[in-house]
């Protein structure tokens, strides 16, 4: 079931009601920042996994005449609809992206939008089946929506440890995963969930920040944009 899904449901919306106020800042705004950069020429935005919209802001939703929101978690998208009651969404709870053609899919259905990945590429999704083959499924996804405006940011890695830095920055293009960890743990024992959403359109540059999820739980986080 959705609601209780791991990546999302009832434990997520508890986290954003436990910590949205205290740990959750500072990412959000990182995040807010983000948006405000991302200009895309389209009035029609595809939202896929917002969630409950945590780290989004009613004044980049403002800026679509058209929303559409493809998301599993029917709670979700009543909490969506009761932070942002401006905003008119059109949900698509059934939509399945977790198959190999489905960002083909995804740009067939809707091909007059731009899509925005909320926190999604690096989680587990519904549908998702044993054996999933998560780095062809994403290997697939600047083909299919080549040519059109999309963002996302999503997990790269989660560890227990603390980063020795928390300062947001960009490079050019990527590095290896190892030496991206190396800016944010100096030295010791590291280990982490590699949430195998590395790789994604190598020479694009690329933004990444910290999100203290809770405490004792650190996610590195990749931000894309293309217009």
């Given at each position: 079931?959705?609601?209780l899904h791991?990546s999302?449901?009832?434990v997520y919306h508890?986290r ?23 200009p ?11 969630s409950?919209?945590y780290?989004l802001?009613?004044?980049?939703l403002?800026?679509?005449s058209r929303l ?5 978690d ?11 009651p401006?905003s ?5 709870t ?7 053609d489905?960002f083909?899919?995804?740009a067939?259905?809707?091909?007059d ?6 926190n999604?590429?690096g989680q ?9 083959d ?5 290997a697939?996804l600047?083909p299919?929506?080549a ?9 790269l ?14 490079l050019?293009r990527?590095e ?10 100096k030295g ?12 994604l359109?190598l020479?694009?540059p ?22």
């Open positions: 079931m959705p609601f791991p999302g449901g009832a508890l954003a009601w436990r910590y949205g106020k205290t740990l959750w800042p500072d990412f959000h705004s990182r995040v807010r920042a983000w948006l405000a950069a991302w895309p020429e389209t009035d029609h935005l595809v939202l896929v996994g917002p409950g919209g780290a802001d009613a004044g980049f403002a800026r679509f559409t929101v493809l998301e599993p029917r709670l979700a998208c009543r909490l969506l609809e009761h932070s942002f401006h008119r969404f059109r949900f698509d059934n939509f399945d992206l977790a198959k190999a489905g083909h899919l995804l067939k259905r809707y091909p939008a731009a899509f925005l990945f909320c999604l590429l587990q999704l519904v549908g998702q089946e044993a054996g999933f998560r780095q062809a499924w994403l697939d600047e299919a929506i040519g059109r405006a999309w963002a996302s940011w999503h997990d890695v989660s560890t227990p440890r603390a980063p020795d830095s928390m300062e947001a920055i960009g050019e990527a290896p995963l190892d030496a991206l960890l190396g800016r944010y743990w010791g024992d590291l280990a982490i969930h590699d949430h195998e959403s590395d790789g359109v020479e694009a690329r933004q990444y920040a910290i999100w203290a999820l809770r405490p004792g739980q650190y996610h590195l986080v990749e931000w894309l944009a293309f217009t």
